[in-house]
Nanobody, 122 residues
């Protein structure tokens, strides 16, 4: 079992930045690919970014490419999502997830955090 805890959400103006963190409870964190997903009110959960267990491969949704950066620190059992040039449409609850493969499909992730709210005002 892996417990994930997100932090770093908040309220920011459009054009601003936030850095989300996701801390894992187990040292086997380095064995897992990590993903970030988000869910806005009334919408389905959508893929944001993913990173392989080594950090050597990263993947992004087209809507965030060039603005968001996913990274990980296996020594700290933590993955990050740096979000720049934020837009009101980025407003959502952001979730981190751990799985075997760094893929876009949420069903491939076995463990999920509780989420952190990101609100971008216009």
């Amino acid at each position: 079992q892996v417990q994930l805890v997100e932090s770093g959400g908040g309220l920011v103006q459009a054009g601003g930045s936030l850095r989300l963190s996701c801390a894992a409870s187990r040292r086997t964190f380095s064995s897992y690919a990590m993903g970030w997903f988000r869910q806005a009110p009334g919408k389905e959960r959508e893929f944001v970014a993913a990173i392989s267990w080594s950090g050597g491969s990263t993947y992004y949704a087209d809507s965030v490419k060039g603005r968001f950066t996913i990274s990980r620190d296996n020594a700290q059992n933590t993955t990050y999502l740096q979000m720049n040039s934020l837009k009101p449409e980025d407003t959502a609850v952001y979730y981190c997830a751990a799985g075997i493969l760094a893929v876009r499909q949420p069903g491939n992730y076995h463990y999920w955090g509780q989420g952190t709210q990101v609100t971008v005002s216009s």
